[in-house]
């Protein structure tokens, strides 16, 4: 479509919110950027902000491009046009609703609550902000059919979104994904979203959810009696401006920690996020003013949670007494080892129990698990998929803990999305633990590495805008299909594992077998000496993933940094094998 035929596609988009049933502030800016910004209005306009398989997510403002009232009625109209067709013979369907810190995700959610009242809905609102593990928890707490959260996770601050979930407390997974996305696509017209709300049918919930639910947490705990020995474990916390702000401290005062520093500048929730460029744990920044409280105050732990307090990310002292940062897979596994030892330590393991991480983490989880003959499952990317297997699994197998290398982490059965809450509160007994058994928790990830071996995982991220670049990225993906490498890295390629074909072919033995997992355009590469590459394109950024993973034997503490050193000469190898 040529740059004309777009703009006077988008001017006619543009005039029909001008004269349709929009309010008198979001037709005034409309017809602002219709008069004055043609490339805000054309970014505002030129296609319909696209609700997919979780939900939505987008920049603030108005337009059909846009996170707003409307296309969050819109999104919600669909969404509870398909609860109707799937629970007809509910008495009352009930469903409920959480936000985080961002700007307007009050209103959104509120709007979000009128449009599920108003189509005869029970809704359970929450009175002000909430974790979204906590979303999740409460849908299976009340019986609900589902229910939306309003976040944008650790995106920037322009940004807003919305997470459905169904009844099992998991986010959407086939079939339901791909079916409310059709009926949100049916709806065409804001004439056709029953925004007016019946108060009613909504219930304000808050204190008494969040006890019942803190209450769920502490009973996962397995080392009550370290605590009370090490209770003044010097802990800082910060919720970067987010919804952990209030359940986190609270969890971690509940378990018996008494030594917790807020970072003060950080406390408050905020959605501007001043205090950081972005509000993600993964990103060093996010984490510097912890750092730097952590410092003053002598801490052994810092831990930092996102926006909507479903991801931790962590920093410990090192043997230099320097604070480091763990990434994603160092935290899950630290944390999987922690339940896995207390758990046979404790008499749980009945042979029944398990652990689940997602195709992209760290084979360190495996090699844990196997060792303590407790099954080992992976997944597709994405946190539903683990809570799809734990829903799978009910009443048969017993799901200890697992996660993803993104900083996302769940214990427990009670919820069914990743929960830094839970997370925070079994590292802090995980430190507490170590310290009770003489080490650090920097000296305890040593100690696995030793006994497991030394994985060592990057993740490169290589960029291709525009139409062209969606077309090499598509290439790339043939290319490696139809002329896989047979050795990267001086080392050669043992198994092959086709996620969108669902086959993995031995190149030992030649034996094929099925991949019993939905289809995904995902391929991984297993290498003799133990290393894995996995090669995904993103789903949302113009972008392609490989995803490394190398290891070696690792005889004691004190040849960490020789060792590692030498894995980031092999993550290069293979780099360059690749030819990234």
């Known amino acids: 479509m040529e740059n004309n035929d777009i703009l006077n596609t988008v001017k006619q988009k543009a005039q029909i919110w001008i004269n349709g049933s929009f309010d008198s502030e979001t037709k005034k800016n409309v017809k602002h950027l219709l008069e004055n910004d043609e490339n805000e209005l054309i970014e505002s306009f030129y296609q319909d902000l696209e609700f997919g398989t979780g939900g939505l997510r987008g920049i603030m403002g108005v337009g059909t491009n846009r996170m707003n009232i409307y296309t969050v ?49 029970k809704v359970f609102l929450f009175d002000s902000l909430r974790p979204t593990p906590e979303l999740s928890f409460a849908i299976r707490h009340f019986g609900c059919q589902g229910g939306v959260v309003v976040t944008a996770s650790h995106n920037p601050k322009e940004y807003n979104g919305y997470k459905a979930y169904w009844n099992d407390g998991g986010q959407l997974v086939e079939p339901h994904d791909k079916n409310v996305i059709a009926e949100v696509q049916k709806i065409t017209s804001v004439d056709d979203v029953k925004f007016i709300g019946n108060a009613k049918n909504i219930t304000i919930i808050g204190n008494e959810v969040d006890e019942i639910y803190l209450e769920k ?56 996020f001043p205090t950081v460029i972005s509000p993600n744990p993964e990103v060093p920044d996010a984490l510097r003013l912890a750092i730097e409280k952590a410092k003053q105050v002598g801490a052994d732990l810092v831990m930092a949670t996102d926006p909507d307090a479903d991801r931790v990310g962590i920093a410990v002292r090192n043997n230099r007494n320097e604070f480091i940062l763990l990434n994603g ?48 499952f992976d997944v597709l990317t994405g946190f539903k998929y683990i809570a799809e297997l734990i829903k799978e699994n009910e009443g048969k197998k017993l799901f200890i803990g697992g996660g993803e290398e993104s900083y996302g982490y769940l214990a427990g059965e009670f ?16 430190a507490a633990w170590a310290k009770d058994n003489g080490k650090t928790f920097y000296e305890l990830l040593l100690d696995i590495y030793a006994e497991y071996g030394l994985y060592k995982e990057d993740l490169i991220n290589v960029v291709r ?30 198994e092959i594992r086709d ?82």
Request: proline share 4%.
């Open 73 to 121: 009625g819109m999104a919600t109209q669909g969404f509870s046009n398909y609860f109707k067709q799937q629970f007809p013979n509910e008495k009352q369907i009930k469903v409920a609703v959480a936000h985080d810190s961002r700007n307007n995700s009050r209103l959104f959610a509120e709007t979000t609550a009128n449009i599920f009242s108003a189509n005869g809905f």
């Open 217 to 272: 947490i502490k009973e996962l705990s397995l080392s009550p009696e370290c605590i009370k020995r090490n209770s003044d474990i010097n802990i800082v916390y910060t919720p970067i401006h987010g919804s952990g702000t209030k359940l986190v401290p609270m969890i971690l005062k509940k378990y018996g920690f008494t030594n917790i520093s807020i970072v003060k500048e950080q406390e408050t929730p905020d959605g501007n």
């Open 329 to 376: 897979n160092q935290t899950g596994s630290i944390l999987v080892y922690y339940l896995l030892t207390k758990w046979k330590q404790n008499g749980k393991l009945t042979g029944k129990e398990y652990v689940c991480k997602t195709i992209v983490t760290t084979e360190l989880i495996k090699a844990m698990s196997d060792k303590f003959e407790v099954e080992c």
């Open 415 to 430: 919820v069914r999305d990743k929960d830094a809450v839970i997370a925070c509160a079994l590292i802090a007994e995980a």
């Open 465 to 494: 805008k525009g139409k062209s670049g969606a077309e090499e990225i598509q290439q790339m993906m043939s290319d490696y299909r139809k002329n896989p490498p047979t050795s990267i890295n001086n080392s050669k390629v043992i």
């Open 499 to 580: 996620y969108q074909l669902k086959i993995i072919k031995n190149l030992v033995t030649g034996k094929e077998s099925q991949i019993n997992m939905p289809k995904s355009n995902v391929l991984q590469f297993f290498l003799e000496d133990g290393s894995k590459i996995t090669v995904r394109p993103s789903g949302t950024e113009p972008k392609i993933k490989f995803y490394v993973g190398v290891k070696a034997d690792l005889k004691n503490r004190d040849d960490f940094e020789k060792v590692d050193k030498e894995l980031a000469e092999k993550v290069f190898g293979v780099k360059r094998g690749l030819k990234l």
